[in-house]
C-alpha cells in the first residue's frame, strides 16, 4: 500500500491517505472515512481530487552511517545472543537478551 494526498476544493484541505494503488477516493467523505478523520463541516459528497507526489525513495546505509544518526544495528548470532554491528566505545559488542549489562546505551545516543 502506498500514501496520496488529497485536496478537497470545499475545504482548501490536503490530506494524506494509505491505499492500494488501485483505489479510487473521490469524495471527501471517502477520503474521511479513510484517514479515520472528521469530515467536519464539509459535505461528505464533495468531490477530491488526487495530487501528484513524488515517490518516496529507499536508500540502503552502512553500519557507519546508521550508528552517525543514533541507530542501533543488531544481527543474531544464537539464540538470544546478537552482535551490535553499530557499537560505540563502551558499549558491548555481544548482547544477550538475559542481560542488560550488554544493552547498547540508548541514553547516551539522545534516544528515550
Same mark, same amino acid.
Not at 482548501?12 to 494509505?18: L, P
Not at 479510487?24 to 467536519?40: F, M, R, S, Y
Not at 463541516?41 to 529507499?58: C, D, H, K, M
Not at 546505509?61 to 544464537?78: Q, R
Given at each position: 500500500?502506498? /500514501? $496520496? &494526498? $488529497? $485536496? ?7 490530506? @494524506? ?11 471527501? !467523505? &471517502?477520503?474521511? *472515512? ?9 459535505p ?17 546505509? !552502512?553500519?557507519?552511517k546508521l550508528k @552517525?544518526? !543514533? /541507530?542501533?544495528k543488531?544481527? *543474531?548470532?544464537d *539464540? !538470544?545472543? $546478537? @552482535? ?6 563502551? @558499549? ?5 537478551t538475559? &542481560? ?5 546505551d /540508548? *541514553?547516551?545516543?539522545?534516544? &528515550?
Amino acid at each position: 500500500m502506498s /500514501f $496520496y &494526498d $488529497y $485536496y478537497c476544493p470545499a475545504n482548501k484541505r490536503t490530506v @494524506e491517505v494509505r491505499h492500494g494503488i488501485k483505489e479510487k477516493l473521490k469524495t471527501w !467523505g &471517502d477520503v474521511c *472515512k479513510k484517514a479515520g478523520i472528521e469530515p467536519g463541516n464539509t459535505p461528505a459528497q464533495s468531490p477530491v481530487e488526487r495530487l501528484i507526489s513524488s515517490p518516496g525513495v529507499s536508500t540502503p546505509m !552502512g553500519n557507519s552511517k546508521l550508528k @552517525e544518526i !543514533g /541507530f542501533s544495528k543488531l544481527v *543474531k548470532k544464537d *539464540k !538470544g545472543v $546478537y @552482535e551490535n554491528m553499530t557499537a560505540r566505545a563502551k @558499549e558491548k559488542r555481544i548482547v544477550k537478551t538475559n &542481560d542488560p549489562s550488554t544493552f547498547p546505551d /540508548f *541514553k547516551k545516543r539522545g534516544l &528515550d
